[in-house]
T-cell receptor
Framework: ETGVTQTPRHLVMGMTNKKSLKCEQHLGHNAMYWYKQSAKKPLELMFVYSLEERVENNSVPSRFSPECPNSSHLFLHLHTLQPEDSALYLC????????????FGSGTRLTVV | AQSVTQLDSQVPVFEEAPVELRCNYSSSVSVYLFWYVQYPNQGLQLLLKYLSGSTLVKGINGFEAEFNKSQTSFHLRKPSVHISDTAEYFCAVSDVTGSSNTGKLIFGQGTTLQVKP
């Protein structure tokens, strides 16, 4: 148990579907992150939330919509995705600015068909 | 701004042999350094980190890394690897003050360690 739980572990969705990824942390951290990890590509930081406020959005397409209702939960809402959005989506959390390191969840393997 | 370069994309090694995974960084400020490991279809797990003090850092699973400020390196080593060490390894750096880049970690491209029997 890493302290950061992501659900579901695997998701297959059609391009017209709407789905959500969920991340929950039980570490008392106050910052949360979404990363995208595609095959043969480096980790891509998508969104950063600090104290439930979005502080960074790295030019992510609007078909990805994050939500952070409280410091323990983070969602990534998905709609009208493309096949190239298939990837491992990783959630992480940290205390403060995160310069002491992050704790990662196990990820959600997303396949868009 | 910081950057991280992992010099080898793949490192094949035989079981029980020693291994070194190389990591170099660039930064205009003092940094913290990290190594993470990722097993297939899993998230990243912290192996070890350097925040301050001794430049030789010991981590989990018998790994260690040495911070070399003059060479801006943080190479990861293990004296004898096992099949179970086969995974992707990521080096990462952050700003000590936490004031730049939202304090976020900057990751290298990753090195795939392939341990052969």
């Amino acid at each position: 148990e890493t302290g950061v739980t992501q659900t579901p572990r695997h998701l297959v969705m059609g391009m017209t579907n709407k789905k959500s990824l969920k991340c929950e942390q039980h570490l008392g951290h106050n910052a949360m992150y979404w990363y995208k990890q595609s095959a043969k590509k480096p980790l891509e930081l998508m969104f950063v939330y600090s104290l439930e406020e979005r502080v960074e959005n790295n030019s992510v397409p609007s078909r990805f919509s994050p939500e952070c209702p409280n410091s323990s939960h983070l969602f990534l809402h998905l709609h009208t995705l493309q096949p190239e959005d298939s990837a491992l989506y990783l959630c992480a959390s940290s205390q403060g600015t995160g310069n002491y390191g992050y704790t990662f969840g196990s990820g959600t393997r997303l396949t868009v068909v | 701004a910081q950057s991280v370069t992992q010099l080898d994309s793949q490192v094949p090694v035989f079981e029980e042999a020693p291994v070194e995974l190389r990591c170099n960084y660039s930064s205009s400020v003092s940094v913290y350094l990290f190594w993470y490991v990722q097993y297939p279809n899993q998230g990243l797990q912290l192996l070890l980190k350097y925040l301050s003090g001794s430049t030789l850092v010991k981590g989990i699973n018998g790994f260690e890394a040495e911070f070399n400020k003059s060479q801006t390196s943080f190479h990861l080593r293990k004296p004898s690897v096992h099949i179970s060490d086969t995974a992707e390894y990521f080096c990462a750096v952050s700003d000590v003050t936490g004031s730049s880049n939202t304090g976020k970690l900057i990751f290298g491209q990753g090195t795939t360690l392939q341990v052969k029997p």
